[in-house]
């Protein structure tokens, strides 16, 4: 069973920047669809971005399409959200997740707060 491990969330001025990273532990990506997701409090969990492992496509939700950007490294079995010019509309609880079949495992969460 993969594990999932998120981070590098915190508290960023609007139009700043943050990276988020995803580590997997227990078994690699490889075959995984790997992606990030986030909550705001009573709502409901929305897609942001996810990459496929096996050619790398990417997709993408309409509010963040040109400023984030998911990317992987095969080697430390991570993936990456780089967000840019950040809106105070982008303050959520981030997870990353593996779709492992059709079954999502999800990470613990990662916070970003984007102040205005």
Known sequence: QVQLEDSGGGLVQAGGSLRLSCAASGRTFSSYTIGWSRQTPGKEREFVARISWSDASTKYADSVKGRFTISRDNAKNT??????????????????????????VWGQGTQVTVSS
């Open 79 to 104: 993936v990456y959200l780089q967000m840019n010019s950040l809106k105070p509309e982008d303050t959520a609880v981030y997870y990353c997740y593996a779709m492992v079949g059709i079954v999502p």
